[in-house]
């Protein structure tokens, strides 16, 4: 109820500066709702990636067994591999959610930002977003539209220059946790296997940590932009 009245009001900020040719020609809209739809979702998040996490330690301890139930879970366990199974399912549906409401916070901030400072923030809105699916950028292209959003938000509400110290920690732990997780060794021996599932221990770590870490980013970065007036403070 708060979060809809706090949109509301932001929707209607500084009337007296409407102009057509803004983003948001009535003023800023709320990142509230999204950050808060996003913080649900990272939350479900982070003890679905600890489940599988859970279950690479075990195969790291007992690599044997590990590949029994690799290779034969329907006669071994049949049980335990349909729920891996769905839970690795709604793992990603998770993951996919988070992906949604992320781009739609970062979007939104970043229209926010057009609209109340224009011509201060060079990325425009939509590529705030774009450039986490585009292969070779997206290593360094959304750590700086972040960083962006975030130290314009708080020089336009008085916190002071400079961003979250926390988001270069979040931006390494992010990336490390994509390229660990996506490292494929197809290479046969029981060395390579192991090599393969520590870097998927250190991906799962590295993820629970970076969500956890989002989930503070974005919801300071919520409140800031509650903060924001047209031609700044």
Avoid at 20 to 25: A, E, T
Avoid at 155 to 178: M, Q, R
Wanted: proline share 5%; hydrophobic share 50%; charged share 15%.
């Amino acid at each position: 109820m708060q979060d809809a009245t706090a949109d509301r009001k932001s929707n209607h900020f500084h009337k007296e500066h409407k102009d057509p040719n803004l983003p948001y020609p009535n003023g800023i809209r709320s990142l509230l709702f999204i950050s808060k739809g996003l913080k649900y979702g990272l939350i479900a998040f982070v003890p679905l990636t600890a489940f599988q996490t859970l279950i690479v330690v075990y195969a790291l301890i007992d690599l044997d067994a590990y590949l029994a139930f690799y290779y034969d879970l329907s006669s071994t366990y049949p049980s335990v591999d349909w729920v891996f199974i769905g839970v690795s399912m709604i793992h990603r549906l998770v993951y996919l959610y988070c992906i949604v409401f992320s781009s739609w916070l970062l979007f939104r901030a970043a229209r926010n930002i057009h609209t109340v400072a224009p011509g201060q923030m060079k990325t425009q809105p939509h590529w705030a977003w774009l450039w986490f699916f585009i292969p070779i950028a997206n290593f360094f292209k959304p750590y700086e539209s972040v960083i962006e959003i975030d130290r314009i938000t708080r020089e336009n509400t008085g916190i002071g220059p400079g961003s979250n110290p926390l988001i270069i920690t979040w931006w390494v732990l992010f990336i490390g946790a994509i390229f660990f997780g996506s490292t494929v060794f197809t290479l046969p021996g029981e060395n390579m296997i192991q090599i393969s599932l520590s870097l998927e221990l250190v991906a799962g770590v590295a993820a629970i940590i970076a969500a956890i870490l989002i989930i503070r980013i974005t919801s300071d970065l919520a409140q800031n932009q509650q903060h924001l007036q047209v031609d700044g403070v």
